[in-house]
């Protein structure tokens, strides 16, 4: 992939990591967004980061780190215009936003902040779930979700409890257990 | 009784100021029912969290591909014209200094 940047990038590293990496950047991304299209503009919007300070970078591990770090806070930043976005718009009739509670709230619980088929259960859920993949397989530092989900650290735990009491609910659910 | 949102935290090694750590330490070290519950939780969350990697789609490579492209020339396009901008100035000193060395004469 890429092979045209091979002519002018100046560092090896920028095109090695780009070959390698970007399909674990696109899914840490696709985890936190569920979305395709939400996830490629977040790796792209990184990329462009990434290449317009592509000289301040020395090996390909903090290339790597830098790119996969600013690729789900773009993710986490496009999530929450599009939210804006639709709320914004639902504001013009409040009885649509009304609705949209109710059904949301209709959607079964899944896996973690997800519903049957990858449908968020509510809101809140789905917050709580990428809380828990941030912390869970991002292992960042409830600090550092804080600062990027734009709150603090207690609410950060909380949608991590609540997180994990969901999932033990649901795994039981999934087993047949009672 | 120490509760699996403190365990959480203390797997973590996260979210626990020092004291707490200790106290959830010992106590794991004397109750081996407790690092059982541990395990089980921390097995639970790994089952969670497994989920399968997917292909980029062909198209993503190659809209990335094509946004890095743009980039990349208009870069090469802000090179050039600061090149050419740097060498015309140089042209406007160099007419400059001649008028100033003509008028002296």
């Keep these: 992939m890429l092979t045209l940047l ?9 095109q090695t990591v780009l070959n390698e990496r970007s399909g674990r950047w696109y899914n840490a991304c696709l985890r936190i967004t569920r979305d395709a299209d ?22 390909e591990a903090a290339l790597d780190t830098w790119i996969h770090r600013i690729a789900l806070n773009a993710a986490i930043d496009l999530i929450r215009r599009r939210k804006t976005r639709a709320e914004d718009e639902l504001d013009v009739d409040s009885s649509c936003c009304r609705a949209l509670g109710r059904a949301r709230k209709r959607i079964r619980p899944g896996g973690p902040g997800q519903g049957p088929g990858g449908r968020d259960a509510t809101p809140d859920d789905a917050w709580s779930g990428r809380v828990f993949l ?8 409830l600090d550092e979700i804080a600062e990027s989900l734009q709150t603090n650290i207690n609410s950060v735990k909380n949608a991590l409890f609540r997180a994990v009491r969901k999932l033990r609910v649901d795994l039981h659910v999934w087993r047949g257990e009672s | 009784m120490i509760s699996d949102d403190e365990l959480l935290l203390y797997y973590y090694r996260d979210g626990l100021d020092a004291a707490e750590r200790a106290r959830i ?34 198209h993503t490579q190659q809209r990335w591909q094509a946004a890095l492209e743009r980039a990349a020339n208009n870069a090469d396009d802000a090179c050039r014209a600061r090149r050419s901008s740097t060498g015309s100035s140089h042209r406007w000193l160099a007419a400059a200094a001649a008028l100033r060395s003509s008028r002296s004469r």
Excluded: T
């Design chain 2, 25 to 58: 330490g010992a106590a794991l070290s004397e109750q081996p029912e407790l690092a059982q519950r541990l395990q089980a939780l921390v097995a639970r969350l790994d089952a969670a969290a497994a989920m399968p990697e997917v292909p980029v789609p062909a």
């Design chain 1, 134 to 141: 941030l912390k869970h397989i991002e292992g960042w530092r």
């Design chain 1, 38 to 59: 939400l996830a490629a503009d977040a790796v792209q919007e990184a990329l462009l980061k990434a290449w317009n300070r592509r000289d301040d970078f020395r090996g």
């Design chain 1, 6 to 14: 091979k002519s002018w990038v100046q560092p090896d590293a920028f």
